[in-house]
Antibody, heavy 114, light 108 residues
Framework: VHLVESGGGLVQPGGSLRLSCAAS????????MTWVRQAPGKGLEWVATIKQDGSEKYYVDSVKGRFTISRDNAENSLYLQMDSLRVEDTAVYYC????????WGQGTLVAVSS | EIVLTQSPGTLSLSPGERATLSCRASQSVSSSSLAWYQQAAGQAPRLLIY???SRATGIPDRFSGSGSGTDFTLTISRLEAEDFAVYYCQQYGNSPFTFGPGTKVDIK
């Protein structure tokens, strides 16, 4: 399992970012995929999960209506569109394979600050 | 929402000792959809146990998981140097797929 996140950076409150996760060394289209985040010095927080064909999506309440998880099975890629960002969204964002997160990327840092 | 509580918060042990970590759920976890992860300092987490008791590929047999319903346990039979880390449980049976707050295993 090889997962590489990208797209993180510094953004002002209210701004937007789109995270990407490039998957390889497994059959991407066969797996649910998940985003998990970790605020500095804090524990893990599940963010969102998407079914193999994109027909089911689940979100933590704190991001509902602001974040959108999506995928492109032809490109072996997972995405997280983050809008209306808040200071409390500051974290390292990881993509992971499956609902039981068997395989993780190295993470990408999102910093929301004015 | 299923709330997971992990205890103890910190476990101070010596290499070679046995570690017993607890994860308690606020309601029954469906189909034993409970996972354990290890996170070493500065690294991404890695899956140790899924389905409450199945070891992930490549995980040494000194790691074992048990439990069902609302009470789950991760046991490390004999601690090795690389096992000193933070351990999280997660339930993935019902959305939101919540994590516990973690147990830190440090060197005594």
């Amino acid at each position: 399992v090889h997962l590489v996140e990208s797209g993180g950076g510094l953004v002002q409150p209210g701004g937007s970012l789109r995270l990407s996760c490039a998957a390889s060394k497994f059959t991407f289209s066969a797996y649910w995929m998940t985003w998990v985040r970790q605020a500095p010095g804090k524990g893990l927080e599940w963010v969102a999960t998407i079914k193999q064909d994109g027909s089911e999506k689940y979100y933590v309440d704190s991001v509902k209506g602001r974040f959108t998880i999506s995928r492109d099975n032809a490109e072996n890629s997972l995405y997280l569109q983050m809008d209306s960002l808040r200071v409390e969204d500051t974290a390292v964002y990881y993509c992971a394979r499956g609902t039981s997160c068997n395989g993780w990327g190295q993470g990408t840092l999102v910093a929301v600050s004015s | 929402e299923i709330v997971l509580t992990q205890s103890p918060g910190t476990l101070s042990l010596s290499p070679g000792e046995r570690a017993t970590l607890s994860c308690r759920a606020s309601q029954s976890v469906s189909s034993s959809s409970l996972a354990w992860y290890q996170q070493a300092a500065g690294q991404a987490p890695r899956l140790l146990i899924y389905g409450a008791s199945s070891r992930a590929t490549g995980i040494p047999d000194r790691f074992s998981g048990s439990g069902s319903g609302t009470d789950f346990t991760l046991t490390i039979s004999r601690l090795e140097a690389e096992d000193f880390a933070v351990y999280y449980c997660q339930q993935y049976g019902n959305s939101p797929f919540t994590f516990g707050p973690g147990t830190k295993v440090d060197i005594k």
